[in-house]
């Protein structure tokens, strides 16, 4: 079964295509098709204006176009569109969700940080977490990061904050949010020593990816440390040259180690663990759930 998973974030838009296939010994194996990224920046418009500009608006759509003829050309039979903290901030949200149904014909849902959360953690992380530790999972986002703590198996907190990397970069973090969310943390976390931090998304992915530790093995709260230091005082453009980033990732990465970092500092985490997985691919297991269920299979 081929299926589709689209992410529209404050920093991008995703198009992820994977086929789903049921093992010999009934597993489901999910194969990565395509995985296209275009960097619309919403968050930019939204985080500084409250709503999204109408040339943001018009890229969007296009940008759904494009996804709409690979879809057709790759023969997906069913997907899932969602938007995130840019699309919930902006007071415009819903209308340009009219004029994109209108347009392309996608249904996009607009998703809380919570849902966002509980969709990469049922779909993907939990499978893989034991009933004997405590785990902090950390997802930093352009316009929100979401902190969810389990322990023994069971969700001791969700919460989603107000605090991602387009906001810090615009100024749009006061110093009662970031006391609110350490309180929180801190609050929290203490109960549950030692504990271990999972990370996803882009920026702690492409860390990952230039630290060169083998996949499975964690990142040391140290390590996060020295790369912001040097990142935080490497000027943009040779950012870009000299890790060979993308113009919308060089500037937000530095952002995003500095939340990654507070959370750990404050939860007593002294590594984090990158299962390199987001909120497509969460959305494509859940819809080849929701099939398999529909037509009474069970999938686990």
């Known amino acids: 079964m081929i299926l589709a998973a689209i992410d529209i974030g404050s920093n991008a838009a995703r198009l992820l295509i994977s086929e789903a296939s049921v093992y010999k010994d009934g597993t489901v194996d999910y194969t990565k098709q395509n995985l296209l990224r275009i960097p619309l920046r919403l968050g930019f418009d939204v985080f500084d204006n409250g709503f999204i500009s109408d040339v943001k608006k018009a890229k ?17 039979e069913a997907y899932k569109a969602c938007a995130t903290s ?8 819903a209308k340009i969700l009219e004029e994109i149904y209108a347009e392309t014909g996608f249904k996009i849902s607009i998703i809380s940080g919570q849902e966002e959360a509980n969709i990469i953690y049922e779909t993907h992380i939990a499978e893989n ?25 069971h969700t001791i907190f969700k919460e989603s904050f107000n605090i ?11 110093d009662e949010q970031w006391e609110h969310m350490k309180w929180f943390v801190k609050t929290y976390a203490r109960d549950y020593q030692p504990l271990e931090a999972i990370g996803t998304g882009g920026n702690i992915n492409k860390i990952f990816s230039i630290s060169k530790r083998k ?25 870009k040259h000299l890790y060979q980033f993308r113009d919308d990732r060089a500037d937000v990465i530095v952002p995003a180690l500095q939340i990654y ?3 750990m500092r404050w939860s007593l985490a002294d590594e984090i663990y990158v299962p390199k997985i987001g909120l497509a691919d969460g959305l494509i297991k859940m819809l080849y759930n929701e099939h398999t269920n529909k037509a009474g299979v069970k999938v686990g």
């Open 60 to 76: 969007l759509i296009e940008t759904l176009k494009a996804y709409r003829l690979l879809m057709n050309i790759y023969k997906v």
């Open 86 to 93: 840019a699309m919930r901030d902006a007071s415009n949200g």
């Open 129 to 153: 977490l034991s009933d004997n530790r405590a785990y902090l999972y950390i997802d930093v986002g352009g316009g929100s990061t979401e902190v969810t703590l389990y322990s023994h198996g």
């Open 164 to 174: 991602g990397t387009i906001r810090l970069l615009h100024n749009k973090v006061t």
């Open 215 to 239: 996949e499975g093995r964690p990142l040391s709260l140290d390590l996060l440390k020295d790369y912001y230091k040097e990142l935080s005082y490497t000027p943009l453009e040779e950012r």
């Open 261 to 263: 970092i507070a959370i």
